[in-house]
């Protein structure tokens, strides 16, 4: 399909009844862009959560633009193995988080992801102390993705998981270890005390078989890292990957998988998972982060499948696809005006021009 018969059928796609989203008007921008005009706002809250609202513009967008999900999934499924970290008795979400920190520490260990001090905002103290526990390991994790990682490393991770739980429900949850912890005992030291036998096991478990499974797909020096990155639509729609280095996007799932009537799990690629990566990769308006190509890992699955970005995008489309004017489409539906300026963001990473921060 050509770019001129792409644009007018995108053009031309509305909302679900009732939502009133756009009604197939457009815009010419000024880089000759037909764009949709938007004629009711949507409350945007998160990417995820967009994804999985149907009544959403970008939902509608994503599934009458990128509808071919199909091989995608099929070829995904035909190359993950069997669950090869089962779940013990911590919390899989926390498990999840705290793997996610695991593998940050693991690229770029000079980096304290501030997330995980966000939830603690009021409190200097409590910061102060999320951050010595997270350095504690930060310190013992260079070359961490070529031997084992030192328990201290684990304990950071999961103290992180634990702390970022915070910020994102916006309280600290019953049934949290950091429940037991009053305002005088939130030390580094008690926080690195709260990640028990069975969360020690699984983390150190998925950390091997990412040193098998996900590492070797990475270079030993990468020119780039970015960690926890945001996008000029994530100021519309909160959205921030797990990681992008030397121009590949990275996503990881920790996830367990569906489980079978005979009780056996089995891992796949969802709507969710596509649609993710999709965003993602249109969030970033400007093409500011010049990403070349989508990794996925699914890592208790040890499950690593990667697709060049055009490729992606037009096997899901059927077709050729303009990726300046899907994201010049998606800032629209985000309601940003093709005319808004470029956003400056905090450097969510290291570039090794300019060296290793800490932030």
Known sequence: MGRTRARMRCAAMIGPAGTRNWKGRTKMSDAGYMLPVVTKSYPYISLTAAIVDKTSPLRAYFDKRFPNRATLQA???ASSGELLVPAGSSNPGTLGAAFDVLVRLTLDPTRVPNVAVLGFIESPEAIASVRLAIEAGAAAAADCRHRPAAEVVLRSA??????????R?????PGSPLSALNAARFTPEALLELADDDALHQLGALHELAQERL???LRDHPESVRLGPTFEGSYLCAADADAIVDGRLIE?????GAKSKAGVRSDGLSLEDIYQLLGYALFDRLNEYAIESLGFY???YGTWRAWELPDFVSELAGGDVDLAYERACVWRLLGGADDDPPRR??????DKSAGARRG
Request: net charge positive.
């Open 75 to 77: 070829t995904y499924r």
């Open 158 to 167: 999961w103290a992180a998981a634990l702390c970022i739980e915070v910020y």
């Open 298 to 300: 699914s890592a208790r």
């Open 169 to 173: 429900t916006g309280l600290v949850m």
């Open 252 to 256: 990881i799932k920790a996830r367990l």
């Open 215 to 217: 590492y070797p797909h």
């Open 345 to 350: 963001r905090p450097a969510a990473s290291r």
